[in-house]
């Protein structure tokens, strides 16, 4: 957003977004792997850091876009709806990544990547650097996140420092909603039911504004959610446990 009020191509701020988040993310993965820092505090420690970037690049926690010219502007100018040509922006870039994602995934060094994640031991013994893995795999993924982030900045018209806030636990939501409606039998429908939760997910949550939900409940209503897709199965699993072993 600074770079695009400063008069930097959009495409070009992207870009430059891209590389911000692969850089970001590589950092998470060297304190984790290098400086033996556990995983998650890595990653707590990496995103307060990078609060305080954020507003020192900014400048002011809030910036606007909507007067300055940004990668939708183009569609926004059409003589049509303008929903319809960034809703069909968005899928082409979706499904763009999606495809970009999946042939990654099925290189020599995706099935690597994706094995360091799956056994990490096992791996090693192959002679896979796991560490360097793990810090590119870290990297790719921000990569995703800052590109979605310099895209909704451009969509809504303004960047805050706290949008990310939260997404967490929205991406956690998403994830266990696609799973459970797409069987991730293969790469490329785990894939699929990463876009396909998100989908939902978004709708669930329209639902829910439509019907009277609070916008100031959605974070709460979000956990609930999530709390509960990952509860109950583990209480129906245990009922279940316990049955067996009185022979029922």
Avoid at 51 to 67: A, D, P, V
Avoid at 81 to 110: C, E, S, Y
Wanted: proline share 2%; charged share 15%; hydrophobic share 55%.
């Amino acid at each position: 957003a600074r770079l695009i009020v400063e008069g930097v191509s959009p495409l070009l701020s992207i870009l430059i977004s891209v590389v911000s988040g692969f850089a970001a993310g590589c950092c998470t993965g060297l304190l984790n792997t290098r400086l033996k820092i556990n995983s998650l505090l890595a990653g707590i420690l990496m995103m307060t850091m990078l609060y305080s970037i954020n507003l020192r690049i900014m400048g002011r926690s809030n910036i606007q876009l909507l007067t300055v010219d940004t990668i939708l502007t183009p569609l926004e100018n059409l003589d049509i709806n303008r929903f319809i040509p960034i809703i069909l922006f968005f899928l082409v870039v979706t499904i763009a990544m999606k495809i970009l994602l999946d042939l990654f995934l099925h290189t020599q060094f995706g099935f690597a990547m994706r094995a360091t994640g799956d056994n990490e031991q096992m791996i090693r013994t192959l002679g896979v650097d796991t560490d360097r893995m793990t810090v590119l795999g870290l990297g790719l993924s921000n990569a995703f996140v800052a590109l979605s982030g310099a895209l909704v900045s451009q969509d809504q018209g303004f960047a805050d420092v706290g949008m990310g806030i939260g997404m967490i636990v929205s991406a956690l939501a998403s994830i266990i909603i696609g799973e459970t409606l797409v069987k991730a039998r293969s790469v490329q429908r785990m894939t699929l039911a990463a876009v396909v939760g998100s989908i939902v997910y978004k709708l669930i949550i329209s639902m829910g504004l439509r019907l009277g939900l609070a916008p100031t409940d959605l974070k709460m209503a979000t956990g609930i959610m999530v709390i509960l897709a990952l509860g109950i199965p583990a209480l129906k699993k245990e009922k279940e446990s316990k049955l067996h072993l009185r022979g029922i």
